[in-house]
C-alpha cells in the first residue's frame, strides 16, 4: 500500500494570487448544496477535515450551518492556509499542511474534499492518508467534477494547466473508486445534482447554460469514502 506523503507546496492555487480569494463567494451555493447532501445533521460533537480547505470557507460554511466541536483545513497553498487562519478568528478551526495530518491519527469524524482529488497523483498515497486521520466509522466525502469522463475536461485540463499552479492529473472516476475500495474504504456515490436554480456565470469554465447544467447535474460527482468500525 501506498505511504502518505507530503504533496506539492504552492504559494496559492491560482498564479494570479488575487484570484484565490474569489473563490470562496463563488464557491458557496455549490458548497451548501454538497452540505445539504450529506445525511449527518447533528456534528455537535464531531471533528472535521477539509482537505484541500483554500482560504476555509467551507469549513466556515459547514460550521454556521451544523455547528462542530472542532475543524482542521489542510491545504498545499501556503497563503491561503494563512489567510484562513486570519479569516476564522473565535472559531474552533485550525489550518495547517497536509503534512500536520502524521501528527493526529485516527483524529477526524468526517471529511470533506470539494474539486480538489482529481489534483492529485497518487490516489492511493491520498486514500491511505485519509484513512489514517478518520476514526473507525469515519466518512470522506470527497465531490469532483473533473475526471476524464467529462466532455469538459479537455478544455479544463489546458486551463488548469495555464492558470493554476497545480500540475493536473487524468483521473478516471473508476480511479477514485478502486483507490479507496483498495485502501479498505465502503464506497457509494452519486450525482451532485445541484437543487433549486443553477447560479450561471459564463467564462474560461463554463460557456454558456447547456454546459453549466449538465456539469452540475450529470457530471459533477460526489463520492461516500466509509471506513469500517472493525
Known amino acids: 500500500m501506498s505511504q502518505p ?18 473563490m470562496t463567494p463563488g464557491h ?40 462542530f466541536r472542532a475543524g482542521l483545513g489542510v491545504d498545499v497553498a501556503r497563503e491561503a492556509v494563512a ?35 482529481y489534483l492529485l497523483p497518487d490516489l492511493a498515497a491520498h486514500a491511505a492518508e485519509i484513512r489514517a486521520a478518520l476514526r473507525p466509522g469515519g466518512i470522506y466525502y470527497a465531490v469532483t467534477g473533473c475526471h476524464t469522463g467529462s466532455p469538459l475536461w479537455p ?38 445534482r445541484f437543487e433549486g436554480f443553477v447560479p450561471l456565470k459564463f467564462g474560461a469554465w463554463t460557456k454558456n447554460v447547456e454546459e453549466a447544467l449538465r456539469y452540475v447535474a450529470e457530471t459533477k460527482t460526489m463520492f461516500r469514502f466509509r471506513l469500517p468500525r472493525d
Open 5 to 22: 506523503a507530503e504533496p506539492l507546496s504552492i504559494p496559492s492555487w491560482y498564479r494570479d494570487a488575487t484570484a484565490d480569494s474569489r
Open 28 to 67: 458557496d451555493p455549490v458548497w451548501r448544496q454538497m452540505i445539504a447532501h450529506i445525511p449527518e445533521q447533528d456534528l455537535s460533537a464531531a471533528t472535521v477535515l477539509d482537505y484541500g480547505c483554500g482560504q476555509g470557507g467551507l469549513l466556515r460554511l459547514l460550521h454556521g450551518l451544523r455547528p
Open 83 to 117: 489567510r484562513a487562519q486570519e479569516l476564522s478568528t473565535g472559531l474552533p478551526l485550525a489550518f495547517a499542511t497536509p503534512a500536520a495530518l502524521a501528527e493526529q491519527p485516527a483524529r477526524f469524524d468526517l471529511a470533506l474534499s470539494h474539486e480538489v482529488i
Open 155 to 192: 478544455r479544463w485540463r489546458g486551463l488548469v494547466a495555464e492558470i493554476t499552479n497545480t500540475p493536473p492529473q487524468d483521473h478516471s472516476l473508476d480511479d477514485f473508486y478502486q483507490a479507496f475500495a483498495e485502501a479498505g474504504f465502503e464506497v457509494s456515490a452519486k450525482q451532485f
